[in-house]
């Protein structure tokens, strides 16, 4: 069968959508391909016009733990990392702790990252939130073989370099309300574990508990906050159009005299259309130790776009000095779980096939039926709009309280209450001055 034809045959034996996901992979595919196959003259061209425009950043890798700075995977990688004022899925779990509260759903996801050569990354997160408080957990441990030869080319030490970090979440909306959606801050609390392997002396004797001297452990802290707003908003929907958003990153102590990879982000997203998603992420590092050392910003430019109520498509750029990269990636979701592919061309180092592959599954568990009672407050309130109308006036009072029982900060009710009440004391007061007339 011709390789084209077969989305039609899908089509004819599963259905439409599953024809635009077919079309879709085969785009994916055809880009991948076309990245893969790019001439070496013209991809050291690329990188080296985008070293004349950032330089060479004298200060990058003087940090410790560098897992800190490669992503899981899932959406906001997709992204090009710039996800610090989205946070609206749990990948927020690395970008701004303030996402947590407000998480629309409960998630947990798993996540594989095929990074650079042999180096893996394996993640997991779970995050909830109840009302404006919000909860997470996660990890992810690198690990890249570690292997040593002697002069002769013959292998005297092995093992796994891996770093791992785990992640403790927290964050609380406040002043929420109907018309504001609040101001969410919140807190990481991070521990980050380095396993260097035993390593030789200059006879090829392994040294017993070598690695041990340059394996450490480490604690940190993010904090961060989150809005959301509407601004220049086209489309009809109680959901925020805009979000901005002031993280700072991996707070703590230095690793045996290296400094943590510090960093400041202010982020900003813009939703003008329904479908259509596009943020914006400029990141500060910071050295602790020595602000003279700290590296060079560097931004990051993302978009998203819902193809379908099941497709969604993603791509980005990374804009750093010694770090550029452009990334793509898909998600579609079926039955509550979604699967997140993003590739990743890094400009500065050696492109091998399918070295910047990551996958991840989420599964949604759920809003605590938060939505439903978003639909009943709305339906009571409608419903003593109706009353109303008819001058049937307790009905809409009780219709009202009703709704403000549910949700209190449903601010409509509450306004449509006072309206009420002013009504009903101005027919009092005729009612009082026509029995004085007689």
């Given amino acids: 069968m ?16 599953w024809n635009i996901f077919f079309y879709f992979i085969f785009l994916f595919s055809a880009v991948l391909a076309g990245a893969l196959n790019t001439d070496a ?3 050291g061209s690329v990188s080296d016009y985008l070293d004349s425009i950032y330089g060479i950043d004298d200060n990058a890798g003087l940090t410790a733990f560098p897992v800190l700075n490669v992503p899981m995977g899932g959406r906001s ?12 899925d749990i990948s927020f779990i690395e970008y701004n702790p303030a996402g947590s509260a407000l998480l629309p759903r409960s ?22 939130r109840i009302k404006d408080l919000g909860l997470a957990a996660g990890g992810k441990w690198l690990y890249t073989p570690f292997t040593e030869y002697n002069l002769y080319g013959e292998r005297v030490s092995k093992g796994y370099y891996s770093e791992a970090v785990a992640i403790l979440n927290g964050s609380y909306n406040f002043l929420s309300s109907y018309y504001f959606s609040g101001l969410s801050a919140g807190v990481n609390l991070k521990g980050a574990f380095r396993f260097v392997p035993d390593y030789t002396d200059n006879d090829d004797n392994i040294i017993a508990n070598s690695g041990r001297s340059q394996s450490t452990a480490m604690v940190m802290a993010d904090i961060g906050t989150l809005t959301r707003f509407d601004l220049l908003k086209f489309y009809y929907s109680r959901e925020r159009n805009s979000s901005a958003a002031l993280v700072i990153k991996n707070l703590g102590p230095p690793a045996q005299g290296d400094p943590l990879p510090t ?12 479908p259509f998603l596009i943020a914006f992420d400029f990141s500060q590092p910071f050295n602790l130790m020595d602000p003279r050392l ?11 776009v819902s193809v379908t109520d099941f497709l969604s498509m993603r791509m980005g750029v990374l804009f750093k000095a010694g770090g550029t990269r452009l990334t793509l990636g898909s998600a579609v979701t079926l039955n509550k779980v979604a699967l997140d592919i993003n590739y990743s061309l890094d400009l500065l180092t050696q492109m091998q096939p399918l070295n910047r592959i990551s996958i991840g599954v989420r599964f949604d568990l759920g809003d605590q039926g938060r939505r439903q009672t978003a639909d009943r407050v709305s339906t009571l309130y409608l419903a003593g709009l109706d009353a109303y109308s008819l001058r049937n006036y307790s009905e809409a ?23 009420l009440e002013g009504q009903e004391t101005i027919e009092r007061r005729i009612d009082e001055m026509q029995r004085l007339d007689f």
Avoid at 79 to 85: G, K, L, N
Avoid at 109 to 128: M, Q, V
Avoid at 294 to 304: D, I, M, Q, R, V
Wanted: aromatic fraction near 16%; glycine fraction near 4%; hydrophobic fraction near 45%.
């Fill in 2 to 17: 011709d390789l084209f034809l077969f989305p039609i045959y899908i089509n004819n034996r599963m259905g439409k959508q």
């Fill in 294 to 304: 700290s590296e060079k910003p560097y931004f990051a430019l993302g978009t998203a």
């Fill in 397 to 419: 009072r009780y219709n009202w309280e009703e709704a403000l029982s549910l949700d209190p900060k449903f601010e409509p009710a509450r306004e449509s209450l006072r309206v």
């Fill in 41 to 43: 003259d013209d991809y």
């Fill in 263 to 274: 960093v400041i982000t202010a982020a900003f997203s813009y939703k003008p259309l329904r």
């Fill in 77 to 88: 990688e997709g992204m090009a990392t710039a996800f610090s004022a989205v946070s609206d």
């Fill in 107 to 128: 998630e947990l996801a798993f996540f594989h990252n095929n990074w650079i050569a042999d180096t893996k990354i394996e993640g997991a997160a779970f995050a909830t």
